[in-house]
């Protein structure tokens, strides 16, 4: 069973780079098993979709996101990333690393990290 | 691209039946699975249904999915419902492009 845990700052000011790392325990992110990928929410307003990304490295995007987002596999640690540039105040919120059932929510995602709070102020 | 629509809220008593739709924009409800989650507050979204209809192991029997291709939508019923089913759902989606998910309903048990 897998079990993630999101970490990076908690405040990034505006026109930076939101740096975000999912560390990955109970499994190898290099089985061919797993997609793995990010969903933030906004305070009070639901979920979106940032990415995801498979164990051979290939990469989905949400085309609202995708000039400013990279996600990346660090298999020698089991951890992969978010790095979402420019950022605004509207990327504030809380961003959660998810297991991808079968690739683009096609299965739903499952396991959810607790999530962490990101805020971007100056 | 699509869009879910859901309810922006829904309320009934404890014991009752309630049901939440999820209304496809454009593009077959039936051509993609569809997944829903309940996301008690301060806790990170749990998947109830997946592939429509299916639940995980843990969720009770209560829970149970649908989808209607003449109203291009799914729905997530609740049966017998106790308090604790007090939470905010949200239905998922995706087509070749994209993962969407629908703007949740918040479900008061009262």
């Known amino acids: 069973q897998l079990q993630l845990q999101e970490s990076g700052p908690g405040l990034v000011k505006p026109s930076e780079t939101l740096s975000l790392t999912c560390t990955v325990s109970g499994g190898s992110i290099s089985s061919s098993r797993y997609y793995l990928g990010w969903i933030r929410q906004p305070p009070g307003k639901g979920l979106e979709w940032i990415g995801t990304i498979y164990y051979s490295g290939s990469t989905y995007y949400n085309p609202s996101l995708k000039s400013r987002v990279t996600i990346s596999l660090d298999t020698s640690k089991n951890q992969f990333s978010l790095k979402l540039s420019s950022v605004t105040a509207a990327d504030t919120a809380v961003y959660y690393c998810v297991g991808d059932m079968g690739g683009f929510g096609e299965l739903g995602f499952d396991p959810w990290g607790q999530g962490t709070r990101v805020t971007v102020s100056s | 691209n699509f869009m879910l629509t859901q309810p922006h809220s829904v309320s009934e008593s404890p014991g009752k039946t309630v049901t939440i739709s999820c209304t496809r924009s454009?593009?077959?409800?039936?051509?993609?699975?569809v997944q829903w989650y309940q996301q008690r507050p301060g806790s990170s979204p749990t998947t109830v249904i997946y592939e429509d209809n299916q639940r995980p192991s843990g969720v009770p029997d209560r829970f149970s999915g649908s989808i209607d291709s003449s109203s291009n939508s799914a729905s997530l019923t609740i049966s017998g419902l106790k308090t604790e089913d007090e939470a905010d759902y949200y239905c998922q989606s995706y087509d070749s492009s994209s993962v969407v998910f629908g703007g949740g309903t918040k479900l008061t048990v009262l």
């Open positions: 454009s593009g077959s409800i039936a051509s993609n699975y």
